[in-house]
Each structure stands twice: as structure tokens, then as C-alpha cells.
């Protein structure tokens, strides 16, 4: 089916969904240049980090969550600050939640339209408990209320992302893992950044024109009723957008759950049944690795799952049942999640079609948004 994927590319099902799975290689090269042509970005991220205790939050609502989620340990390296994730969500509800022990120095907000009540709300109500944060927003949205608001405080900064990532499909594909890039380059030197993102695009490359076959075949099998996510770290929270595209694009019809390769065995790795996809990313850490492939054998001789996707360095070593091993080298632990992203993003593509539905608005009763809606701000 993915030959007649690529060749239908106005197949009105999944137009706008396959398109922006796609152009992503694209949507990051443009992404580092205009991280690193903006002047004026490094000097309003060094005042504000003026305060050596004072964290940093990032913050966003759905896969705009899950951008934090995945840069977490990367950022709070890069940065040398306690990087908390803030989801707009929590912050709504309890807005002094992250004003303890120390107001936050940076709050990082991720958005696509910059629009959703939620990220609006936030970014008022930590300006209202802690006015001397500053807001770095990155959205795809130069017209979203995010952006404008940048316009006028001058404690405010909006790093504006190619028009092309402000998705169209209900799920967010290139404008998720633009945002994940951007954050991160924020805190990066420039000619380090472009000798891994050169590689990371060439291994998504690679797994769009010669793995996505195998990978359509595993997922949709039609006894494959659930997916198993496992990750360390940053990975692991990049595995919860995974599950998230998942269940947006099978309109819930798929049962996910995300785990570390550790804390799985203590209790989830029952959900691992004979129907399972097990989707694993591996560290480049050799000391992680152990941990990793420990966990792996174990499942192996425990007969659990029908197949595994394994992505990462050593991705062939256990001889796993329906096994789709991809490669991926020389990275580091941030880079090797970016051909990971294209990988949990047409998992969720290619069960959707299988299953009949509309990839890019696949929720049939109406249930969910491109931008969240039915949300009421209450005063604070």
C-alpha cells in the first residue's frame, strides 16, 4: 500500500497528513536556520537565565506537552538548568503549582496554532504569579494569539517556525517534531546542530523510502489491536506522542500504552499480549543499552508480543518475532529520536488507513479538534 500512498499524494484521506510526514527533513533544515539567524534570540535567553537557581518550564497542551516531554533531559543539559515540564493544562488549574520553591526564570511555551485557550491562559496566568518569568513562545502560528503577544511585552520572545509546519491535519506531525528541534537548538552551536541534523535527516529519509513498507505490513496486521511503546529518557517522552498519534488517528480504536524499559516489568508488561506491536527506541548509551536489551530478551523468551519495531544502534541483536529492525548511529540521544518521530507517525498513518478511517481527520464522531475547543478560562 505505501507505493500507492506515494503515488496518490491527493488521495483526499490522508493529502495533508502524508504531506507533512514527509516534508519534515525539509521543515528542519529551515527550523536551524532561523534559530541561528535570529540575532536577538540568544540575548533575550541569557537575561533571562541571568539567575543561575532559577528552572526552567516548558510548557504546551497535547502533543505541544509532549514537546517538553522529549527534550527534557537533552535541555536541562544543554541549558546546565532543572528543566520542569509545565503542561498549560496544569498550570490552568494550578497556577502556583511551578511557582515553588523558585519562580521559573524561563517559561518555554510549545504551540502550533498558538491559539488553544489553554496555552493563552498559561502564559497570563504565570505573568500574573510570577512576573518576572520570561516567555519564549515557539509556535508555527505567526497569526495566533501567542505570537501577537510578542509584539507588544518585551518579556515576551516568538521564535516563528516555517509557515509549512502550522499542520493542516488534525494530528501534528512536522510541527511536533519542528517544535522538539527548535527547543534544543536554542542551547546548541551551530555547526555541531548541523552535522547531526544532516544524519538524522538522512536516517528519515531512509526510513521513509525503505523501511515504511515493513512497517505498514507489521501494524496492519489485522490480529495487531494494540501497541506497546518502550523508552528511556527523553525517548520515553517522545513515545507518548507516539501513542498519542495512535490513538488520534485510529479514532481510539487502537489500545496504547507507553513504559520505560525498567518500570514496565512492574505490572505492565502484561498488556503485552499475542496481539501486540512492541515499538522500542534504544539508547546510544552502552550502560543504558544493557538495561534495554535485558528487556528485550526477556520478552523474547517470555513469548510476548506478535512483532517489534526496534530503532536504535544494536536494533538486530535479539531475534525477535516479525522483527522490523531500523538502524540508527552516530546520532546521539538527542538526535536519534528524529528518524524515531517518522516512525511512530506512519505507524499511526498507516493503522488508520487500514482500519478505513480519514488520517487527516480522523476522529468520525467529532470527539476531538484541530484546535481544542469547549474550554471556559475562569478568573484567577
Keep these: 500500500m505505501w507505493k500507492t500512498i506515494i503515488n496518490a499524494p491527493e488521495d483526499k484521506k490522508y493529502v495533508h497528513t502524508l504531506r507533512e510526514i514527509r516534508q519534515q527533513p525539509s521543515c528542519w533544515k529551515k527550523t536551524l536556520d532561523i534559530i541561528f539567524k535570529d540575532e536577538t534570540l540568544q540575548s533575550f535567553i541569557q537575561s533571562a537565565l541571568a539567575d543561575e537557581n532559577r528552572p526552567i518550564i ?3 497542551a497535547g502533543s505541544s506537552e509532549f514537546v517538553g516531554q522529549s527534550i527534557l533531559d537533552t535541555l536541562s543539559k544543554k541549558s546546565n538548568r532543572r528543566v520542569l515540564n509545565a503542561p498549560t493544562t496544569d498550570i490552568v488549574t494550578n497556577p502556583t503549582k511551578y511557582n515553588i520553591p523558585n519562580a521559573p526564570a524561563l517559561m518555554i511555551s510549545f504551540a502550533r496554532s498558538g491559539n488553544s485557550p489553554e496555552s493563552v ?12 518569568t520570561k516567555h519564549l513562545i515557539i509556535t508555527c502560528n505567526k497569526d495566533g494569539s501567542l505570537a501577537k503577544n510578542a509584539q507588544t ?4 520572545y516568538a521564535v516563528l517556525l516555517p509557515e509549512e509546519t502550522n499542520d493542516v491535519s488534525l494530528v501534528m506531525t512536522s510541527s511536533f517534531s519542528s517544535m522538539v528541534l527548535a527547543a534544543v537548538l536554542c542551547f546548541e552551536k551551530q ?4 552535522s547531526f541534523l544532516n544524519k538524522a535527516c538522512d536516517y528519515a529519509e531512509e526510513v521513509l523510502n525503505t523501511h515504511a513498507d515493513s512497517i505498514e505490513k507489521v501494524i496492519a496486521a489485522q490480529n495487531v489491536n494494540r501497541v506497546h511503546y518502550l523508552g528511556t529518557s527523553d525517548a520515553k517522552g517522545l513515545l507518548t506522542e507516539g501513542h498519542l498519534k495512535m490513538l488520534e488517528m485510529t479514532d481510539g480504536k487502537t489500545a496504547t500504552r507507553v513504559d520505560s524499559f525498567l518500570g514496565v516489568r512492574h505490572g505492565p508488561q502484561v498488556f503485552t499480549d499475542k496481539n501486540t506491536l512492541v515499538v522500542a527506541i534504544l539508547s546510544e548509551d552502552t550502560y543504558i543499552r544493557q ?11 517470555k513469548k510476548q508480543g506478535y512483532a517489534y519495531i526496534v530503532i536504535g544502534k544494536g536494533s538486530n541483536s535479539v531475534a525477535l518475532p516479525n522483527l522490523v529492525a531500523i538502524e540508527t548511529t552516530g546520532l546521539g540521544e538527542f538526535y536519534r529520536l528524529f528518524p524515531a518521530i517518522v516512525v ?18 480522523p476522529s468520525a464522531s467529532g470527539t476531538i479538534n484541530r484546535v481544542v475547543q469547549g474550554v471556559n478560562i475562569y478568573p484567577y
Design 58 to 60: 516548558v510548557s504546551g
Design 291 to 301: 538495561y534495554e536489551f535485558d528487556l528485550l530478551n526477556e520478552m523474547k523468551t
Design 191 to 194: 555547526t555541531e546542530a548541523s
Design 153 to 156: 511585552d518585551s518579556n515576551i
Design 344 to 361: 511512530l507517525q506512519l505507524l499511526g498513518l498507516f493503522k488508520s488507513l487500514s482500519l478505513n478511517l480519514n488520517p487527516d481527520a
Design 121 to 132: 491562559a498559561s502564559v497570563e496566568l504565570i505573568k500574573q504569579v510570577s512576573p518576572s
